[in-house]
């Protein structure tokens, strides 16, 4: 009797806590629906799904990117994801989820979730519920044969054990195996998986060098979110892989503040921001990206855009937004290029002129109309 007595008092305080928090906050309440959605979004028989997710800083925001692999005799989706704090610095030891280098969390609690699997010192926005924290871009990829998807997992598994090994000089990393957000970061774990585990051999995989005293030179040899993104949607086209485009907008009135970040901001008031190529975009504060690789990027996302999903404000359930007939690859890509380099030589010239391109999360019946005065300012932006 007494020990049934206090498992309810433990589910009451559980029940408390959850209602205590917010929706879309850690530990809090989420969407009602997941298991709908995703299962109305898995009808498409996509093998895999490589995950962009948005920046949250003014300037440098490279964002986040990560591959979801799908295993239908699991019934099943797992996203494998670089660890940012795996990097076996003191201040990340205590508080902070450091026992893999490689996580694996289901699909649905990367994205929607707002408890983790893993430990309660997983990142929220980071390891588990991304689109609290910002919008994420799901790059679905069709007729990948079983036995790439299995050397994937592999891969992934291997850097994992190497970074419990604590191994080094490894072919796909020269120096220790822990993480580095400008050697061995999050672009270069997925990269290095399908050059090294799945035989892309010609796909490149740049390495900065190790040394401290030359961080310079190792920012401009970083592998890069989008650019790595860029790179693979060349080689899935050349191995004759369809894909299209699923747009997971972030939830905008998240209050939950991170309490290892220096700076207490709530998710909703963090920019989401397209993760931006290396380029003088990167330096910019938050606005408008310039520069044609930025542009095409988003230009062609857009294209091969086949669905949006949101968390409806008033019913705080997820819904499938906007359907579209998604551009297959080769062609998105030509009209991209066509945008990009009119638009991106439009900023250039600061003339007036409205976008030929859609990015990807915009309204393609209200394009941006870009006025600058002689001094070449920007002087409204309706």
Not at 237 to 246: H, I, K
Not at 337 to 343: C, E, G, P, T, V
Request: proline letters at 4%; glycine letters at 6%.
């Amino acid at each position: 009797m007494r020990a049934t007595a206090w498992c309810v008092i433990a589910a009451l305080l559980l029940a408390a806590d959850v209602l205590a928090a917010d929706f879309g906050s850690k530990g809090g309440p989420e969407p009602a629906n997941i298991d709908e959605i995703s299962d109305v979004l898995r009808q498409d028989n996509y093998d895999m799904e490589l995950l962009i997710s948005f920046g949250t800083s003014k300037g440098g925001s490279a964002g986040h990117i990560a591959l979801s692999i799908r295993d239908d005799e699991r019934g099943d989706e797992r996203v494998y994801s670089a660890n940012f704090y795996a990097d076996r610095a003191p201040e990340h030891a205590k508080g902070l989820y450091t026992d893999r280098l490689m996580i694996s969390v289901p699909k649905k609690e990367y994205l929607f979730k707002t408890v983790s699997s893993l430990a309660d010192t997983a990142q929220f926005g980071l390891d588990f519920g991304e689109i609290y924290k910002r919008s994420v871009v799901g790059v679905r990829v069709y007729n990948v044969p079983a036995s790439e998807k299995e050397a994937l997992v592999a891969f992934f598994k291997r850097i994992d054990d190497d970074y419990h090994k604590r191994a080094e000089r490894t072919e796909y990393h020269d120096g220790e195996i822990v993480y580095s957000y400008l050697n061995l970061n999050c672009a270069k774990t997925i990269g290095a998986a399908f050059k090294y585990g799945a035989g892309y051999k010609g796909l490149e995989v740049t390495s900065g060098p190790v040394l401290s005293k030359r961080k310079v030179k190792a920012a401009l040899n970083a592998n890069v979110p989008t650019e790595m993104a860029l790179k693979l949607f060349k080689e899935w086209n050349a191995r004759g892989y369809p894909m299209d485009v699923v747009l997971y907008k972030k939830y905008n009135d998240s209050t939950y503040v991170d309490p290892h970040e220096e700076e207490k901001v709530a998710f909703k008031d963090l920019p989401d921001r397209f993760p931006s190529v290396l380029s003088l975009d990167f330096r910019k504060e938050q606005g408008h990206y310039e520069d044609f690789d930025n542009l095409f990027a988003m230009y062609l996302l857009y294209n091969m855009g086949r669905y949006s999903v949101r968390v409806n404000d008033q019913t705080k359930l997820l819904e499938i937004e906007k359907t579209k007939k998604a551009i297959a690859y080769p062609q998105a890509a030509k009209l991209a290029a066509q945008s990009a380099k009119s638009d991106s030589d439009n900023f250039r010239r600061r003339s007036s002129f409205r976008a030929k391109g859609t990015a990807i999360g915009e309204n393609p019946d209200n394009k941006h109309l870009y006025n600058f005065t002689n001094a070449g300012n920007e002087k409204a932006a309706p």
